[in-house]
């Protein structure tokens, strides 16, 4: 999420009233978990294991819970609790505002656009020309559809992601700052759910097209002329490029890759990126082909027991 103006380090660290190390004129344009950074972004690092990565990373500002060498251009706040302090900048730059009307008054609607009884339309979401709401759709706060967009009844676009961190008193919740953006063409079936980006986006590519029951967690990049069958589960930071086909309820896991052209079919579990061009099967998946093969020899095992035993 990028702010609406750029501040100070001195400013932010003043919001949170704490100190920070490094120059002071550096300054801070956005907020970002580690995923997503870019130069300019605040992030933060609560735990060992990913200190290097967040001190190398392209964000300008780390929110630390250790005192550590600031490394060249860059500052560190640190703070007892990082992922406290990330979500109070979150809500204060992006905060929750009861909406009472269905179609926010911020909200902007093309031109020959059609929203069936009972749409919703949250604050400065944008939606495109020639698109068709169907009854009960909703879309949450900052989201972006662009033309020709059809979306059918009760699904839901923008939810808060899944993203939760444990702690001794049970788990605290990431609140999420991000948007869900829909290119051209796309059309959602009904009962569908995409969740917005934590503090960056979830985005379809122009072209695809999702049966009914599909869901798509945050920060996920679905390409173009994408198909998914009817309850398709796809995790939290994936990338799934273009043309790539996910039949009726393939599951797949967080933080991979399914290449360009890629074919998955029905109830296929995906726990590892996979190369496009291929068809894939199984669970874990492997190419069909190799699947099948392993799946007939299977079926042979009981008479080879029975001839072993007879011996």
Avoid at 38 to 55: C, N, R, S
Avoid at 145 to 170: L, P, Q, R
Avoid at 174 to 185: L, N, Q, R, T
Wanted: charge should be neutral.
């Amino acid at each position: 999420m990028k702010f609406p103006k750029s501040f100070l380090i001195t400013e932010i660290a003043e919001m949170l009233n704490k100190k920070f190390v490094g120059s002071s004129s550096n300054l801070v344009v956005g907020i970002n978990e580690i995923h997503m950074v870019e130069h300019g972004d605040i992030t933060f690092v609560d735990h060992p294991k990913y200190y290097e990565k967040a001190l190398n990373s392209a964000a300008t500002t780390i929110i630390i819970n250790k005192e550590v060498d600031c490394p060249e251009g860059k500052n560190l706040i640190v703070s007892e609790s990082p992922f406290d302090d990330y979500n109070f900048l979150c809500k204060k730059f992006r905060p929750f505002n009861p909406q009472h009307v269905f179609i926010h008054p911020s909200a902007q609607i093309g031109e020959g656009t059609i929203l069936q009884p009972g749409v919703f339309i949250g604050e400065n979401s944008i939606i495109g020309k020639n698109c068709i709401l169907h009854s009960n759709v909703t879309i949450y706060n900052h989201c972006e559809i662009g033309n020709n967009v059809v979306i059918h009844a009760n699904t839901v676009v923008g939810s808060e992601a899944f993203y939760f961190k444990k702690k001794d008193s049970g788990y605290d919740k990431m609140y999420s700052c991000g948007k869900v953006i829909i290119a051209d063409d796309v059309e959602i079936g009904a009962c569908c759910t995409i969740d917005k980006g934590v503090s960056g986006n979830t985005s379809i590519g122009k072209g695809s097209k999702f049966d009914n029951q599909v869901h798509v967690g945050h920060d996920t990049h679905i390409g173009e002329r994408c198909l998914f069958a009817a309850q398709v589960g796809i995790a939290g930071v994936v990338k799934i490029e273009d043309d790539v086909i996910l039949w009726g309820q393939v599951g797949v896991q967080k933080d991979l890759t399914i290449g360009k052209g890629a074919i998955v079919l029905g109830q296929s579990g995906l726990s590892k990126s996979i190369e496009g061009g291929k068809v894939y099967l199984g669970s874990p998946v492997e190419e069909a082909r190799k699947k099948w093969k392993e799946i007939a020899l299977v079926r042979t095992l009981p008479s080879i027991i029975e001839n072993l035993n007879t011996k």
